[in-house]
Every structure is written in structure tokens, then in C-alpha cells.
């Protein structure tokens, strides 16, 4: 049987709560120092804290955009024009109609819904702003991208909650092996509004250690008691191996595996033994020509959640036996949502460049059941030649990905 064609990584771009630019999330990763704190745009709201993008880097990263972009666009515009750059790639002078861009979005921050919705109930429709679908609408962070980048091929937005960047990563490659690109700008983007805040505590998903915000985020621990809000974005350029040798880019991994699933079983609950997870692990595996025990490292979703964090335990367990050592991106960063998996996608990319682990946050006693061996308190060496990271969202969506090192 033909393999597809390889897929190599070559350009890497974060926002996160940590700042804007790699450099700054890897080096707070690699401190295991999580990023939580006192939000005061979600003052007098039953959880008033969350990891939140600092905003004069993203002004600067991203200039002009303020007035008719909210958030998520902003990041993911910054973190695509970072990965870019660092591919080593102009915008200027490459085969515009090759250049795709796909970026996952799992829902939007409405910035200017509150005001829209005063004017609404005041009849005072002229002062609805002009502004607010395209400044709203999830699928125009690609359409951002895409102008700001000058990228002509296909343009794309995926929703699939909490898997959304990852699942986006899935699909890039996937327009890559069937020939209808060259080049894919990649991942995923998500800002945190209030409504936002408010709607997951109201759900208790959210973590409400308001006494310790630092230490709110903390996946796998038998103390956790939900996530963080997070925001950010994620962005990967991918391209065919053969075209990244011929201009002598040096790729960080290669992006050989990709895998999806559904669970068919709950709006918003995991199906219990994680079969949808494992199902998208396994595809993963299989897409990549692995074997389990060729995975050397996991970064999991990880989200902190009490039933979650569970039942992702059991699907590693299920597909592993003895799952390698697993490390939780969002201890740290907080759940970004549907960035998050893009996020964790360039860690992994990261972690294979550096040969290094970064440490989980706040994990002091696993909780029973959780029989994993989770890089805790320091960052850990090792031979690291693939990593699978896990991405999981509501409606039973689910996404793995498979990195390995060139």
C-alpha cells in the first residue's frame, strides 16, 4: 500500500496567557508555573478568575484589527503571522492558490452583543453596529488569516467544540495528502467573554477555588473541581516534506497521524469507557503505521473536570495497557477551548524539538482510579520520537493527533 505523502511541521505561532510568541508559553511550560489569576473583566461573576491573553501584545502583534475583529481573530491573525515568519516563509512570494488556511473555532466572544442587545430592546436599531458579523462570525478568524496572509486556496473553519483546533490540524493535512495545497496555515483560536464565564459555571464545569486561583487548574488531582476558562490561539504551517526540503526548511516534527470519531452518546457527558476517544486514538495509530507502544509521550486533554479527567484515564489505559508519560498543557494555560488542541498540538511540536516534557501543574495526589505516570514539578528529558495529543468536545467529538520527530 502507498503512504501518503509526509506532512512536515516547518513554522509554529502561540497566543496564550502566557504572552504572545512561542518563547514565552514554552519557557512558562517548562516552569510548571500555571498562568490563572484574578480576571477583572469577569468581576462579580460566581468565578472571577481565568487565564487571559495579555492585551497590549496582541494589539502590537496584530495591529488595526481592535475595531472590527474581536478577540479570537486578533489571535489567531498574531499567531499565524508568528508561525509564518518562523517557517521562513513570504507571504509576498509564494503560489498564493496553494496556501490554504484552516482554523478551528469552537464558538465566539460576541464582544459587541451586550451593546447590540440594548439597542435591540431599545428599538434603537441604527445603533446595532455594522461591525458585528463579520467581527463575530467563527469562520472569519480563517478569513482573516487569510487576507492578512494573502493565502488564495482553501479557506476553512471548523467547529468542533473543544476538539476544534485539533480537528482543523486533521483536516489541513488532509487537503495537503489529497493534492489540493501546497502549504496549510493551521490551528485553532478562542477568546473568553462573560457569557462565557458564566455559562460553564452555571454547567459546573467550572473550577470554583476562588480562594487559590493559581491553583484552580489541576487535571488528574483528586482535589480538582473543574477547568479554568482560557482563551488563545494555536497555529502550525504545515507543508509536503518534499516541498519544505527543496526551499531546505528544517522541520520541527512531522504530522503523521490523524484520527476522529463521534461518540453517539451524550450532549455533553463522555461516553463512560472513553470508546469515542479510543476509537480516535486508534485511528491515529493507524494513520501514522504505529503501534501503541510507539508513542512515547501523551499531552492529554486534561481539562480537570471530575468526570473527564476520569474517563480519559480509562481510554488511555484502554489503548495503552501502560500509557508513556503524559503531561497536561492546560494545569498551566487553563481550557482555551477550541484552541486548546492547537495549542497542545504546537507543544508537541515543542517537546520534540527540545526532547523535553514540560511538567503539569498543582498535581499533588492523583485521584483514584487515575494510574498514569504524569510529569509533575519538573520538566522531564528523554527520548521523545512521537508524541499523541487528545482534543475532546462536547457532542462526542473527538480528535487525536500524531507528531513525530524527523
Not at 50 to 59: G, M, Q
Not at 356 to 381: E, F, M, Y
Request: hydrophobic share 45%; net charge neutral; with cysteine.
Amino acid at each position: 500500500m502507498n503512504r501518503p505523502p509526509q506532512i512536515a511541521v516547518t513554522g509554529l505561532g502561540l497566543v496564550t496567557a502566557a504572552g504572545v510568541g512561542v518563547p514565552e508559553t514554552w519557557r512558562r511550560l517548562c516552569a510548571g508555573t500555571p498562568t490563572s489569576a484574578p480576571d477583572p473583566e469577569l468581576d462579580g461573576l460566581p468565578v472571577p478568575f481565568a487565564c487571559r491573553v495579555p492585551a497590549a501584545p496582541v494589539k502590537a502583534a496584530a495591529p488595526g484589527l481592535a475595531w472590527r475583529a474581536d478577540p479570537f481573530i486578533r489571535f489567531a491573525v498574531a499567531a499565524a503571522q508568528e508561525a509564518v515568519a518562523d517557517a521562513g516563509l513570504d507571504p509576498g512570494g509564494w503560489d498564493a492558490p496553494r496556501v490554504a488556511v484552516v482554523i478551528g473555532v469552537g464558538a465566539s466572544t460576541h464582544d459587541l452583543t451586550p451593546t447590540a442587545s440594548s439597542a435591540m430592546a431599545e428599538r434603537r436599531f441604527q445603533a446595532v453596529p455594522p461591525t458585528l458579523v463579520a467581527r463575530s462570525a467563527p469562520n472569519m478568524a480563517a478569513g482573516y488569516v487569510g487576507m492578512k496572509l494573502g493565502a488564495q486556496g482553501p479557506t476553512l473553519c471548523t467547529s468542533t467544540a473543544c476538539a476544534s483546533g485539533a480537528t482543523a490540524i486533521g483536516t489541513a493535512a488532509l487537503l495537503l495528502r489529497s493534492g489540493m495545497c501546497d502549504i496549510a496555515v493551521a490551528g485553532g483560536s478562542e477568546s473568553a467573554s462573560r457569557v462565557t464565564s458564566a455559562a460553564f459555571w452555571r454547567m459546573g464545569a467550572l473550577s470554583t477555588r476562588t480562594h487559590d486561583p493559581v491553583g484552580a487548574s489541576r487535571p488528574f488531582d483528586r482535589d480538582r473541581d473543574g477547568f479554568v476558562l482560557g482563551e488563545g490561539a494555536g497555529v502550525l504551517v504545515l507543508e509536503h516534506a518534499t516541498h519544505a526540503r527543496a526551499r531546505r526548511a528544517r522541520p520541527y516534527a512531522l504530522l503523521t497521524g490523524y484520527g476522529a470519531s463521534g461518540d453517539a452518546h451524550h450532549a455533553t457527558s463522555p461516553h463512560p469507557e472513553g470508546a469515542g476517544a479510543q476509537r480516535a486514538m486508534r485511528s491515529a495509530l493507524a494513520d501514522a503505521g504505529l503501534a501503541s507502544q510507539d508513542i512515547d509521550h501523551v499531552n492529554a486533554h486534561a481539562t480537570s473536570t471530575r468526570l473527564n479527567d476520569q474517563v480519559e484515564a480509562i481510554a488511555l489505559r484502554g489503548v495503552f495497557g501502560t500509557p508513556p508519560p503524559v503531561t497536561a498543557t492546560k494545569s498551566i494555560l487553563g481550557h482555551s477551548l477550541g484552541a486548546a488542541g492547537a495549542i497542545e498540538a504546537v507543544v508537541g511540536a515543542l517537546t520534540l524539538r527540545h526532547q523535553l516534557i514540560h511538567p503539569s501543574a498543582n498535581l499533588d495526589r492523583l485521584d483514584d482510579g487515575i494510574d498514569l505516570d504524569v510529569v509533575t514539578k519538573q520538566a522531564r528529558p528523554g527520548r521523545v520520537q512521537a508524541v499523541l495529543t487528545t482534543s475532546f468536545g462536547f457532542g462526542g467529538q473527538n480528535a487525536a493527533l500524531i507528531l513525530q520527530a524527523c
